[in-house]
């Protein structure tokens, strides 16, 4: 019903302005509210294997390709909710021989 609404026009959104103040102010809310540890998890990681005394170099490489695979994509994900997620559609392949990854771009012929 709301959206029939504001489809003919009888009810008025916000600016886009405020619509981004809004968001802004939620997204700063919220920031105690989330349980993920983003970037910190590879360095959790690490200290793990430390603790267990078993700093095995192939795991430490493991940790690393992973968390290179993760920073690149983190810049490709859009800085707002409702922008393109073409990010998401990125395919990657890692070596684990090597500790190397590729990454095709959605748009890259197979």
Same mark, same amino acid.
């Given at each position: 019903?709301?959206?029939?609404?504001?489809?003919?026009?009888?009810?008025? =959104?916000?600016?886009?302005? +405020?619509?981004? #103040?809004?968001?802004?102010?939620?997204?700063?809310? /919220?920031?105690?509210?989330?349980? &993920?540890?983003?970037?910190?998890?590879?360095?959790?990681?690490?200290?793990?294997?430390?603790?267990?005394?078993?700093?095995?170099?192939?795991? =430490?490489?493991?940790?690393? +390709?992973?968390? #290179?695979?993760?920073?690149?994509?983190?810049?490709? /994900?859009?800085?707002?909710?409702? &922008?393109?997620?073409?990010?998401?559609?990125?395919?990657?392949?890692?070596?684990?021989?090597?500790?190397?990854?590729?990454?095709?771009?959605?748009?890259?012929?197979?």
């Amino acid at each position: 019903e709301w959206v029939a609404q504001v489809l003919n026009n009888a009810v008025q =959104l916000p600016s886009p302005e +405020a619509q981004e #103040e809004w968001r802004r102010g939620y997204i700063e809310q /919220r920031q105690g509210d989330t349980v &993920a540890l983003g970037g910190l998890s590879f360095d959790y990681c690490r200290e793990l294997v430390d603790e267990l005394q078993s700093a095995d170099e192939d795991m =430490l490489q493991r940790i690393t +390709a992973v968390q #290179e695979m993760y920073e690149d994509a983190s810049v490709k /994900r859009p800085a707002f909710p409702g &922008a393109p997620d073409t990010y998401r559609r990125r395919n990657f392949t890692i070596d684990w021989d090597t500790f190397t990854w590729t990454v095709k771009e959605p748009n890259e012929a197979a």
